[in-house]
């Protein structure tokens, strides 16, 4: 079933030179429980990108629909998530987890018991009453996407989310929102620099060019094994090849 449909997006900025076209006549879809990649040249309009499909930037032309409803403002049908973790340090770990509710303004009983069900699903229940500043980075990203899980999105936009982790950490996290995002069923669209956290995780990647930035290929992933994850897909003999592709089309813009 197609949950996110990105048609015809442009977007230009007005600068002292003159009209600049950031992003230019992006188009494609996404199905339920899709996890897809964005990668391509620093700067060419990725993150510009997913902030038109979440409603924070209206596009110069073009419509991004959820489930059939065209996006015209931020929507409790999308959630993201962003390089820091932004947990309120005075907030323990449950507070920080129903604050997406109380911002908008859906803390009901239903929904807390859904919260509280994610932190148990997901081993962060005997951790509510501790304070983020005692949970490792890792684990704080974890609470971060259960925050936004908490709302039940349809879509879930990451950007970067991962970059301020340490290699090690990076790929644990990795596995676990893989694993997570996956078992909620949550259509996914992550952008990032990394080329093997996109192959690793990604069932399509969308390859753009340099600015302004078109698509110049959407790349199907797969690696032919069931209950994959992340880390199984860095030893598969075909994460190699998807890379060297990748790299090839990315190196051709720099």
């Known amino acids: 079933m197609e949950v996110l449909k990105v048609l015809n997006i ?6 002292e030179n003159g ?11 996404a199905k339920k429980g899709e996890f897809v990649s964005i990668v391509g040249p620093s700067g060419c309009g990725k993150s510009t990108l997913l902030s038109i499909i979440s409603g ?6 073009g419509e ?25 340090d005075w907030r323990t770990i449950y507070k920080n987890v129903l604050l997406g509710l109380e911002i908008r303004k859906i803390k009901t009983q239903e929904n807390i018991n859904r919260a509280e069900n994610l932190l148990k699903t997901y081993g962060l229940y005997e951790f509510r009453d501790k304070y983020p500043s005692q949970l490792s980075g890792g684990m704080r990203q974890r ?8 709302i039940n999105p349809d879509i879930f936009l990451l950007d970067e989310a991962f970059s301020a982790l340490d290699y090690q950490t990076r790929l644990s996290v990795t596995d676990d ?25 990604s069932d399509k990647i969308i390859i753009l060019s340099e600015r ?5 290929e959407i790349l199907e992933i797969d690696f032919e094994m069931d209950n994959r994850t992340p880390l199984t897909c860095r030893n598969n003999p075909k994460f190699s090849k ?13």
């Open 143 to 150: 609470v971060a996407l259960i925050r936004t899980l908490a």
């Open 10 to 15: 442009e977007q230009k900025y007005q600068a």
């Open 177 to 201: 929102v893989f694993r997570i995002l996956k078992q909620e069923q949550i259509t996914t669209l992550m952008v990032t620099h990394d080329i093997p956290e996109s192959i690793s995780m």
């Open 242 to 254: 998807y890379f060297d592709h990748i790299w090839k089309e990315l190196s051709g813009n720099e």
């Open 212 to 216: 302004p930035a078109v698509i110049k």
């Open 64 to 88: 991004v629909f959820v489930n059939g409803e065209r996006v015209s403002g931020i929507t409790s049908h999308i959630g993201y998530m962003l390089q820091k973790d932004n947990l309120l």
């Open 19 to 29: 009209e600049i076209t950031a992003i230019q006549d992006i188009s494609f879809t």
């Open 56 to 61: 924070i930037l209206k596009p110069t032309n």
